[in-house]
């Protein structure tokens, strides 16, 4: 018998968890982890660094010029257990989640060039299958084909808490009204834009994790993985 890799694609709503199920999915597989949102939210940083982007503008044309110089690399930190994300060269994960740069990542993120260019390195990586990737176009977009797709969502109100939580543990200055509006714009904007907006494929299981402990979630979602590796047995 022959236990075939297979593409896990999990999208949904920002801070519905989609990382940490990944992450750990990935963990117990001996999986490849890709966090498609830290690329986004790298991109949007160093639009940052050079003025492209802030609150109120947003110089499209010279960042599309300019994204043959981004240059991002996941390096994988023993210590952490994560791969963590560096922009030419530069380790920035820390600098990438700060809420100033949440407010500004949807804008970025909604510019076609890109999400062509980011959606190309992301399906090189999942090439030889054996990956679990989360964002928001990954069972839509970057592998339509993937094995087995997931959609997370949560009510804005519950994913608000994580994220102010997580916010204050990291060390970051914020309220939780102010973590609250940032979830549910990104919600409208990530969902209405033009290209590839967030929603669900057809063919993903829904998963409402309101109310369910991370324990549960993982043992849930990683049965559906193995029913799923069992119908590819040879
Ligand atoms: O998963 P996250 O919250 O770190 O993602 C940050 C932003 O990046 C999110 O608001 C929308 C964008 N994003 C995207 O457009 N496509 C993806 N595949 C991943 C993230």
């Known amino acids: 018998m022959n236990i075939k890799k297979i593409t896990i694609a999990i999208d949904g709503f920002s801070s519905t968890g989609k990382s940490t199920i990944a ?26 660094q050079f003025g492209y982007v802030d609150q ?14 981004v240059n991002l690399k996941f390096k994988y930190n023993e210590k952490l ?19 100033e740069l949440s407010k500004l990542v949807s804008k970025v993120s909604a510019i076609s060039e890109v999400r062509k260019k980011l959606v190309e390195q992301q399906q090189k990586m999942g090439v030889e299958k054996g990956i679990v990737m989360d964002g928001r176009d990954i069972g839509t977009v970057v592998f339509p084909d993937a094995e087995l797709k997931l959609f997370m969502t949560a009510s804005p109100e519950k994913r ?36 590839s907006p967030l929603i669900k494929a057809e063919d993903a299981i829904a998963f409402d994790n309101s109310d369910m402990g991370l324990k549960e979630q993982f043992e849930r979602i990683y049965q559906l993985v193995l029913i799923k590796q069992e119908q590819l047995l040879d």
């Open 56 to 69: 109120n503008k947003l110089e499209k044309e010279a960042l599309i010029k300019s994204l043959g110089n």
């Open 160 to 195: 608000a808490t994580r994220r102010y939580k997580e916010l204050l543990e990291k060390g970051h200055d914020v309220s939780y009204e102010e973590v609250l509006e940032n979830v549910q714009q990104r919600d409208h904007l990530d969902s209405t834009r033009e290209d």
């Open 23 to 48: 992450k750990q999915l990935a963990k117990e597989l001996g999986y490849l982890y890709v966090d498609t949102g830290a690329m986004y939210r790298a991109v949007t940083l160093y639009a940052m």
């Open 81 to 99: 257990l994560f791969s963590e994300m560096y922009l030419n060269g530069v380790n920035v994960e820390k600098e990438i989640r700060t809420i």
